[in-house]
């Protein structure tokens, strides 16, 4: 679901954690309505009217930058006055559900109705609607011989888009796949051109989502940032988390985080380029430094060799992981929303051919048992990797990428080809399931 910074501010909490007293709270201070956030003192009715009217403000909302409406607040010039506690039901929840399913064109997903309770079943309900990609939503007027209208909420306001808007809003729809494959590049490109030598290899994910976020600008932002990469890295599992960067170097319109102390343009540790609209870029090295095997034997075609760069199969997994759960948490914090696309490359130093060291991939053999040992196999199928590997590329859902816990990989494993682990060859080993 979406997060709305603006939102969060105003509450002192993300909307989907919201409570009763926070809308007390909010009553209290007279909070205004705006473009994200409409208060009503009552339910919709259940006539022909009403239902339509519940859809003309769901799609006004999702045809605009998304927001909640609450209901059981009584407003005075747009200020919330009172509370007016409605009845709350499961089937009050099941029939604006219902009217959202129905009313609008095409399908809008991700509108939730939760309820807000006080006391003796009363209380609030908030409709969290989140800003479509999919726009412009069209609400069915009966009033009108059952043409669909298309509204748009404007501050705290809500109108209808002419002819010339409509057409305008379907220009953006159609063109946005090629503008955010355009930006996808451009951002790996700008990326990666600030990852400096580090053998063998690094692991980079790129990601930007169908519907862009907006941190706001300059020490605001970069302070935002920072919180949530804090917040990440205490949430994460150590196999997963990239470690606290050194340094938040403000760029144009992002942040840029890296391990290196004296950064000049140049990362030589984990290296991520957040920026403010919920676009990321993010890398980090293909291997351990500690378990890179340079000039130590390997098993390479059933006899022992030392002149070989060992990238290990399964810390790539875990750093695509690790990378891809660091922008999708951005993304959303950054109050992104809908799909996303995703590429991620494996990097090899130029420097490799220079030093005669090849870079191929390994996995842990296994012994009779079946368990692992400290031996690294050659994946089969592999070949020296000396130079450029292919893109992987692929589109997700924001909202899963970025779920808790660490059992998401393992489920989500179909996000990633099998060239992003294998440096562009067909992997026969996916990712393992079972666990941490």
């Known amino acids: 679901m979406q997060n709305f910074p603006r939102l969060t501010a105003v509450f002192g909490m993300s909307v989907g954690e919201l409570t009763a007293a926070a809308i007390d709270r909010a009553i209290q201070e007279k909070t205004s309505e705006s473009g994200d956030l409409d208060w009503k003192e009552a339910l919709y009715p259940d006539s022909r009217d009403g239902k339509a009217e519940l859809g003309k403000d769901v799609a006004a909302l999702a045809n605009a930058r998304g927001g909640i409406i609450v209901l059981g607040v009584g407003e005075k010039d747009g200020r919330a006055e009172r509370a007016t506690p409605v009845d709350l039901s499961d089937s009050e929840v099941r029939r604006m559900q219902s009217i959202c399913q129905h009313y609008l064109r095409p399908f809008l997903p991700g509108v939730?109705?939760?309820?807000?309770?006080?006391?003796?079943?009363?209380?609030?309900?908030?409709?969290?609607?989140?800003?479509?990609?999919?726009?412009?939503?069209?609400?069915?007027?009966?009033?009108?011989?059952?043409?669909?209208?298309?509204?748009?909420?404007?501050?705290?306001?809500?109108?209808?888009?002419?002819?010339?808007?409509?057409?305008?809003?379907?220009?953006r729809r159609f063109a946005a796949a090629t503008d955010l494959e355009d930006t996808l590049a451009r951002i790996h490109a700008e990326g990666r051109g600030r990852l400096?030598?580090?053998?063998?290899?690094?692991?980079?994910?790129?990601?930007?989502p169908a519907v862009a976020g907006d941190l706001g600008s300059g020490r605001r932002a970069l302070d935002a940032i920072r919180g949530s990469i804090e917040r990440w890295t205490d949430a994460t599992p150590d196999w997963l988390s990239l470690g606290s960067p050194k340094s938040c170097v403000p760029g144009?319109?992002?942040?840029?985080?890296?391990?290196?102390?004296?950064?000049?343009?140049?990362?030589?540790?984990?290296?991520?380029?957040?920026?403010?609209?919920?676009?990321?870029?993010?890398?980090?090295f293909a291997s351990p430094v500690a378990d890179i095997f340079i000039g130590r034997a390997v098993l390479l075609h059933n006899r022992f060799d030392s002149s070989y760069a060992a990238i290990e199969q399964d810390s790539v997994e875990f750093r695509l992981f690790g990378l891809l759960s660091l922008l999708a948490h951005h993304?959303?914090?950054?109050?992104?929303?809908?799909?996303?696309?995703?590429?991620?490359?494996?990097?090899?130093?130029?420097?490799?051919?220079?030093?005669?060291?090849?870079?191929?991939?390994?996995?842990?053999?296994s012994d009779m048992d079946g368990s692992e040992i400290d031996i690294y196999d050659l994946v089969n199928g592999s070949v020296p990797l000396r130079g450029?590997?292919?893109?992987?590329?692929?589109?997700g859902s924001l909202e899963e990428m970025a779920a808790d816990g660490c059992q998401w990989p393992y489920g989500s494993r179909r996000w990633w080809p099998g060239e992003v682990s294998t440096g562009g060859q067909e992997s026969p080993h996916p990712l393992r399931g079972g666990g941490c």
């Open 112 to 171: 939730t109705v939760r309820s807000l309770e006080m006391s003796g079943g009363r209380g609030y309900y908030v409709i969290e609607v989140p800003r479509s990609e999919f726009a412009p939503h069209a609400v069915m007027q009966p009033d009108r011989g059952h043409l669909f209208c298309y509204p748009v909420r404007v501050e705290t306001l809500t109108r209808y888009l002419a002819e010339h808007e409509i057409a305008s809003y379907y220009r």
């Open 196 to 208: 400096g030598r580090v053998p063998p290899a690094w692991v980079a994910v790129s990601l930007v």
């Open 252 to 284: 144009v319109r992002r942040a840029i985080l890296t391990g290196t102390p004296d950064y000049r343009g140049t990362s030589r540790s984990p290296h991520a380029e957040l920026h403010f609209s919920g676009a990321g870029f993010a890398a980090s």
């Open 331 to 365: 993304a959303v914090h950054a109050g992104a929303a809908g799909s996303c696309e995703v590429l991620a490359q494996l990097l090899l130093p130029t420097s490799t051919k220079s030093q005669h060291i090849e870079t191929m991939l390994f996995e842990p053999a």
């Open 388 to 395: 450029e590997t292919g893109i992987a590329r692929t589109t």
